[in-house]
């Protein structure tokens, strides 16, 4: 059974950090392509950041710079490090095992988890 359990989230003002984490449970998060996600209220969700299974990062171009994915294989646990926060940043944040960056149908992921809530003002 595949559980995958966001957390870190919240409210914080422009220009601060937030790190994220997401905790994988009947899952090697380190033998797949793992990748943040967030949707905001209307919008569609969109992948921000994928790690590679040999832990290649990237990071989606409205976040370069500003956000860092990285894992700890032996925690089963995937983070986002969020750096210079931006209004337009806000949303639901989801991990997932899934390699795509920009939008993607939620249907065509295999497992979500309830994801973390960002709010920046």
């Known amino acids: 059974h595949v559980q995958l359990v966001e957390s870190g989230g919240g409210s914080v003002q422009a220009g601060g950090s937030l790190r994220l984490s997401c905790a994988a449970t009947g899952y090697e998060i380190s033998k797949y392509c793992m990748a943040w996600f967030r949707q905001a209220p209307g919008k569609e969700r969109e992948g921000v950041a994928r790690i590679t299974a040999q832990g290649n990062t990237v990071p989606a171009v409205a976040v370069k710079g500003r956000f860092t994915i990285s894992r700890d294989s032996a925690k089963k646990t995937v983070f986002l490090q969020m750096n210079s926060l931006k209004p337009e940043d806000s949303g639901m944040y989801y991990c997932?095992?899934?390699?795509?960056?920009?939008?993607?149908?939620?249907?065509?992921?295999?497992?979500w988890g309830q994801g973390t809530q960002v709010t920046v003002s």
């Open positions: 997932a095992p899934d390699c795509r960056l920009g939008a993607v149908n939620v249907n065509s992921v295999a497992y």
